[in-house]
Nanobody
Framework: VQLVESGGGLVQAGESLRLSCSAS??????????ITWFRQAPGKEREGLAC????????YYSDSVKGRFTISSDSDKNTVYLQMNTLKPEDTAVYYC???????????????????????WGQGTQVTVSS
């Protein structure tokens, strides 16, 4: 399994970006999976932001991004997106997508946003939001 993120860049506060996470090595329609976007700012712990779970079609968001970020999945392209609106300087970080295969049901938001749950990680893409 390989994950490749793209779409990061430098934007001003209030603007939007869409990140992409292209997955290979498994097919979205054939394998149950969960994919989550994380971010890590310098000196801070890795933070789970948004998860999409194919087994029950549920999405989960952290409080820090709920209402501003939207996660979605395109099975035709085997790609997960993170639409980020109303960006703030505190959103500046390296953004990673991560995947775990198999059925994960009844775990809840906190569990699905934990980095330790995920086996496969992308290389990250930098997002910088200027004030």
């Amino acid at each position: 399994v390989q994950l490749v993120e793209s779409g990061g860049g430098l934007v001003q506060a209030g603007e939007s970006l869409r990140l992409s996470c292209s997955a290979s090595g498994f097919t979205f329609d054939d394998v149950d999976h969960a994919i989550t976007w994380f971010r890590q700012a310098p000196g801070k712990e890795r933070e789970g932001l948004a998860c999409i779970n194919s087994a029950d079609s549920r999405t989960y968001y952290s409080d820090s991004v709920k209402g501003r970020f939207t996660i979605s999945s395109d099975s035709d392209k085997n790609t997960v997106y993170l639409q980020m609106n109303t960006l703030k300087p505190e959103d500046t970080a390296v953004y990673y997508c991560a995947a775990v295969l198999g059925i994960h049901i009844g775990i809840g938001r906190q569990g699905m946003l934990q980095p330790g749950r995920y086996r496969y990680w992308g290389q990250g893409t930098q997002v910088t939001v200027s004030s």
